[in-house]
């Protein structure tokens, strides 16, 4: 595997604008939320953890008053009631420890020196164990000693806490995959109608509402299909004029060349006039092509339609036959149908000497009519060119075998025109198949 695969399949960065535009939009919140509760969270320690000291800086001064000014044997009565969340009061020596204190400890350490003063000496010491614990040691003025022992922890968050931050994430989530997909769906309708451009259909138009940016897109694209739209029928309106004009100087040749003494090139003249007029009702069959979607659609037979085309070919003697069994039918154009079925046939007795037609469906269930010879075939990586207008294959398909280049053209055309599909393949065993597929 080349360096080059290796970056193909290993892509970090989403391949479709819309997971971009979710991956980043996503991120700068998450970061942005993240900054804030940073923010919060700090903001809410500082706050509490000098709510904390202040307390204890009271607690302290207020508690070692109270028991230095009680009886010995009636402070073992109160020293209960002077216990709190962090810190808690016992009567003795405490617990050896060591010296050393740091962080919150160091800090409620020097509180508690200033709440006691000068007048009773602390010793602060860190016991050893699990999690940080502190015991303050002092002399109380009758000799007595008093441990404070401390725990050194801000209020804890409260439980809820995570479940809330889980939700707002979800919820972070799902505001950005909606107003990505809420700002990239014109984008899509747009490359779906660029995709299915069609000029020669009554396609409905792309919607011209919503923002002004995409409301203006809209106006673009549908203004460029109506060009296109003009211009296609500009062009096949200059076909369709020229090859009916063309029509009648050609009759008043060959009815002159009729009258011409019999000679070898009044036959060339005649075959020539002959050749030239099959094109031109080839050019004017190619443009009345382009609009197969004027013919009114009927419901047909499928069998019937075909086995009646069929029979028209072997009652004038070619070797056409028929194949498969359909029993539906469908809505369609039949004189289009016919045409483009026609167009087949007449290629493959041309230029295979004998057509099989074969109806049935497909894998998926759609109608299918194919059209087979025994003839040279096509070209693999011609077989999409065959169906553009006025080009022929030289090898096999040139004028002394006749061909205009536009029997394929105008059943691609007219397959377009009655929503259907027409596919060229090679047989494995020689020769053509012609496949039209109807939804």
């Given amino acids: 595997m080349t360096a080059v695969s290796g970056r193909q399949l290993f892509r970090p960065w989403p391949r479709t604008l819309g997971s971009r535009l979710f991956l980043i939009f996503l991120s700068g919140l998450i970061v942005a939320y993240g900054l804030s509760f940073s923010v919060l969270f700090s903001e809410r320690y500082v706050m ?14 207020t508690a070692v008053a109270l028991l230095d000014r009680l009886p010995a044997d009636e402070r073992a009565d109160w020293v209960g009631q002077l216990d709190r969340r962090t810190y808690r009061y016992t009567l003795g020596p405490g617990l050896p420890g060591v010296s050393g204190v740091a962080g919150l400890g160091a800090e409620m350490a020097d509180t508690i020196r200033k709440a006691v003063g000068d007048r009773f000496p602390v010793t602060v010491q860190s016991i050893p164990g699990a999690g940080q614990r502190l015991q303050a040691h002092l002399t109380l003025s009758d000799g007595a000693p008093l441990t404070i022992d401390i725990y ?7 439980k809820w806490l995570p479940y809330v931050l889980m939700a707002q994430l979800i919820l972070l989530i799902l505001c950005s995959w909606f107003a990505v997909r809420l700002a990239i769906r014109p984008l899509v309708n747009l490359a779906n109608a660029a995709d299915a451009l069609d000029p020669n259909k009554n396609a409905p138009r792309l919607s011209e509402s919503g923002p002004r940016e995409v409301a203006y897109a809209a106006i673009a694209f549908n203004a460029m299909r109506d060009r296109i ?26 009815l002159r060349a009729e009258f011409a003494e019999e000679s070898v090139e009044k036959q060339k003249l005649l075959q020539d006039l002959t050749e030239i007029e099959r094109l ?40 056409v036959t028929l194949s498969g069994k359909i029993e539906a039918t469908v809505v369609t154009r039949p004189y289009a149908l016919r045409r483009i079925l026609t167009n087949l046939i007449d290629n493959a007795l041309k230029f295979g000497e004998a057509a099989e037609v074969c109806a ?14 025994r003839g040279p075939g096509i070209p693999a990586e011609q077989l999409d060119a065959v169906l553009q207008p006025f080009f022929r294959l030289e090898q096999s ?24 599909t027409l596919e060229l393949s090679n047989r494995e065993d020689g020769g053509l198949a012609a496949q039209i597929t109807m939804a």
């Fill in 48 to 61: 509490v953890e000098a709510m904390l000291l202040g307390n204890l800086e009271k607690d302290v001064t």
């Fill in 152 to 158: 050194p922890t801000t209020m804890p968050l409260a």
């Fill in 229 to 254: 739209a003009q211009y296609l029928q500009e062009r096949v309106q200059i076909l369709a004029a020229i090859s009916h004009d063309l029509q009648t100087p050609i009759t008043r040749m060959k």
């Fill in 280 to 319: 031109v009702h080839e050019g004017v069959a190619y443009a009345r092509s382009a609009y197969g979607n004027t013919e009114k659609p009927s419901r047909i037979d499928v069998d019937s339609f075909v086995e009646s085309l069929v029979y028209d070919y072997q009652d004038t003697g070619k070797a």
């Fill in 360 to 373: 049935g469906r497909d894998a998926s269930g759609a109608i299918t009519i194919r059209v087979l010879d």
């Fill in 397 to 420: 398909r040139n004028r002394g075998t006749g061909g205009t280049g536009l029997g394929l053209a105008i059943a691609q055309q007219l397959s377009h025109a009655i929503g259907a």
